[in-house]
């Protein structure tokens, strides 16, 4: 796993990204913590290697590795990171967790959603011809667009330059059935993260052996207040990624964590 440190003496962060993204998004958050921090990109994400597959404790497995033994974190997570921070809250992966921050979590799943996302996690990974058409990509599937510009170092983090194996359907046209090394731009993500599934939150929250906070944007569509529980933490005027749209926002979250 690719991960950054940093900060200093103090308790230690452990931040955790979302689902298409790095932790790169951390950036303007991680500043405001007062100690230490641990930044990694979660498995198959920016310069992370893929899982052989992929569940909320194969996660939260991969990134208890990374936690120098013997150090006690408090997690903050933004929604698939949300969900890893839950589990590892549980202390079933050895962490030893003071408390944990889900942020932006979807925790309601449509059969209808969670079949789209496992047709997603068996595409092959789509190469594109040019930096910008990737980074467009990069930007919707992270759910950055219009938050982040296009030509960002946190982008960069996301994408990937050089060849890569494209399947070929058979079908009319040019196409041909088989295997095909292409040369272009590609996201870093390994599409098979898509089908990581819905977490229980319910089960989650009964395993925690470390105070939880729940939150988000309130105009997050991805996690609507109402899908929260009581006492959740909602964020005035922000949407999905509030710690992008404003991360001073998130200072009485990160004076809580440091609290516990």
Sequence with gaps: MHVRTGGSDGPTLLALHGLGATGAVWNGLVERWPGRWIVPDLPGHGRSEPLPRYSFGALAAAVAEVVPAGTTVAVLGHSLGGVVALTLASGWFGVR?????????????????????????????????SRDEA????????????????????????LVEGSAVVEHAPGGGASTAGRERTE??????????????????????????????????????MCPAENLPDGAVILPGLGHNAHVEDPAALDPLLARLGDA
């Excluded at 967790?97 to 595409?123: F, P």
């Excluded at 599409?191 to 990581?196: N, R, S």
């Design 97 to 129: 967790v003071s408390g944990a921050c889900g942020l932006g979590m979807k925790v309601h799943w449509s059969d209808e959603e969670l079949a789209r996302a496992a047709d997603q996690a068996g595409r092959p990974a789509k190469v594109f011809g």
């Design 135 to 158: 980074a467009a990509r990069w930007l919707k599937v992270s759910g950055l667009h219009g938050l982040v510009p296009a030509d960002s170092p946190i982008v960069d983090s996301g």
């Design 184 to 221: 272009g731009w590609r996201l870093a993500l390994d599409q098979a993260a898509f089908g990581v599934g819905a977490p229980d939150l319910d089960g989650l929250l009964a395993a925690a052996r470390a105070p939880v906070i729940l939150a988000a944007g309130e105009h997050d569509p």
